[in-house]
C-alpha cells in the first residue's frame, strides 16, 4: 500500500535512500571502499567497444552510464535509444559488448535491440529491476538494481538505482581498464557511499522544490538545461515533467540553447538550470546568463558555491548537498523528479497512472 503517502509516487520519491544505499551495497563494499562486479559477459579490461540501449527514463540513465564509462575507463560507447538502434543497422564491432537498461526488462523495444545485438556477435550484459524478466533470461548477464517493486508509472527510484549501478559499473571498468589508481577508484567510490545519506538531505527540502512548483505550475512552456553527464538529467526532467504535469518541456544541451531554442526564451518559460560546482560550471552559468538577459527566468539546481555565483541573476535557487562531481547527476536526479511530482498535484493529474501511458511498453 500507500502507507501514508498520498500517491505511489510520493511514497516511492521518499525510497531514495534506501534503494540507492541498497543498490550501491550489491556492487561496492563500503569497508574497503571497492567496487567488487561479478563475472561479466564480456571483459571490460578489453573490450572493443559498447553499446548501450534503454528507452524512456531508462535510456537516459543509459546516456548518463555512458559518459562515466567514457570518461573513467576510456572505452568508447554508442548510445541510442532501442526503436532507433534496432532499424539504424549498426555496424557493430568484433567482440563487443552492449549494456541494456529496463526497469521492468520486458520493453518490447528493448527486448528486440537485445535480439539484435546477440544476433550481431555482441556479449550482453542487462541492467534491470526484475530479476526473472525476460531480458535476463535472454541476456549473457544481469545486473540488478535493487528498487523494489515500483508502481508509480513514471520512473522514479528505479531510475536513480540504474545510475547508481551505472556509477558503479564505470569504476570498475575504469578499474579494469587500468585508467583509474586504486586511490581515485576509492575516492569515486567513497563519492557514491555518502549519495543515500544526501538523497534524505534533499527530500526534507520539499518545501523549497513545491515553491518552485508553484512557480512552473502557471508556465506553458519549460526548459530543462545541463551539460556533460546533467545533459541526460536536464532531458530526465523534462520528461518527467511532461508524462505527469502535461505541460510542454524540453531537455537541452546547455550549450546549444543559442543554436535555436533561445529563440523560445521570455519572461513566461522557467529556465531549470542544473548547474553543479564542476569543470562545466563556470560555462553552464554564462548560458544562464544569456537566457537571463532575454528576460527568461532562471529556476537553478545548484551546490552553495554555484549558488553565490547564480544568484545574481537567478529567480530562484535551491541548494544541494556539495558533492564531488562525479555524483552530481544522481543527485540532480531527484529535485527534479519531486518538482514534477508537485507540479501535477498542483495540476490535479493523475500522478500515478498519467493519461495514454502504461507501465511496461510491450508493443514496439
Ligand atoms: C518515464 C518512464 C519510461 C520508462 C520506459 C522504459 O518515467 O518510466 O520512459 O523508463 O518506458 O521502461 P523500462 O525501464 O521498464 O524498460
Redesign the pocket.
Known amino acids: 500500500g500507500k502507507g501514508n503517502f498520498r500517491h505511489f509516487m510520493e511514497k516511492e520519491l521518499h525510497e531514495h535512500p534506501a534503494v540507492l544505499g541498497d543498490t550501491l551495497q550489491q556492487y561496492l563494499d563500503p569497508g574497503s571502499r571497492a567496487v567488487s562486479l561479478p563475472p561479466l559477459p564480456f571483459d571490460p579490461a578489453t573490450v572493443p567497444r559498447l553499446t548501450m540501449s534503454?528507452?524512456?527514463?531508462?535510456?537516459l540513465a543509459a546516456q548518463v552510464g555512458r559518459y562515466w564509462i567514457e570518461q573513467l575507463a576510456r572505452i568508447p560507447v554508442d548510445a541510442d535509444v532501442a526503436s532507433e538502434l534496432r532499424y539504424r543497422e549498426p555496424p557493430l564491432a568484433e567482440g563487443g559488448g552492449a549494456i541494456l537498461?529496463?526497469?521492468?526488462?520486458?520493453?518490447a523495444d528493448?527486448m528486440a535491440a537485445l535480439r539484435l545485438l546477440r544476433a550481431g556477435g555482441q556479449k550482453v550484459l542487462s541492467v534491470v529491476?526484475v530479476p526473472e524478466s525476460s531480458m535476463a533470461r535472454e541476456s549473457d548477464g544481469a545486473l540488478l538494481t535493487v528498487a523494489g517493486p515500483e508502481i508509480g508509472?513514471?520512473?522514479?527510484k528505479?531510475?536513480t538505482a540504474q545510475l547508481a549501478l551505472l556509477a558503479c559499473l564505470a569504476i570498475g571498468f575504469g578499474r579494469a581498464r587500468g585508467k583509474l589508481d586504486e586511490a581515485q577508484a576509492r575516492l569515486l567510490a567513497h563519492t557514491l557511499t555518502e549519495v543515500p545519506g544526501h538523497a534524505a538531505q534533499i527530500l526534507e527540502q520539499d518545501e523549497e522544490i513545491r515553491a518552485m512548483a508553484a512557480e512552473v505550475a502557471k508556465a506553458r512552456d519549460v526548459l530543462f538545461l545541463g551539460r556533460g553527464a546533467l545533459m541526460p538529467i536536464a532531458m530526465e526532467g523534462a520528461?518527467?515533467l511532461k508524462?505527469l504535469s502535461y505541460i510542454h518541456a524540453e531537455g537541452y544541451p546547455a550549450g546549444e540553447m543559442k543554436h535555436g531554442p533561445i529563440a523560445l526564451i521570455d519572461s513566461a518559460v522557467p529556465v531549470i538550470a542544473l548547474c553543479p560546482t564542476g569543470p562545466l560550471f563556470e560555462k553552464t552559468a554564462s548560458n544562464l546568463q544569456e537566457a537571463a538577459a532575454r528576460g527568461g527566468r532562471i529556476m537553478a539546481l545548484t551546490d552553495a558555491v554555484g549558488a553565490r555565483a547564480l544568484r545574481g541573476f537567478a529567480e530562484r535557487v535551491i541548494v544541494l548537498p556539495t558533492v564531488h562531481p562525479f555524483a552530481a547527476p544522481i543527485l540532480h536526479a531527484i529535485p527534479v523528479q519531486v518538482l514534477a511530482y508537485h507540479v501535477a498535484v498542483l495540476k490535479g493529474t493523475d500522478v500515478d497512472q498519467p493519461r495514454n501511458?502504461a507501465?511496461?511498453?510491450t508493443v514496439e
Open positions: 534503454a528507452c524512456g527514463s531508462a535510456f537498461v529496463s526497469q521492468s526488462g520486458e520493453t528493448t529491476n508509472v513514471a520512473s522514479t528505479a531510475f520528461l518527467k508524462e501511458l507501465k511496461s511498453v
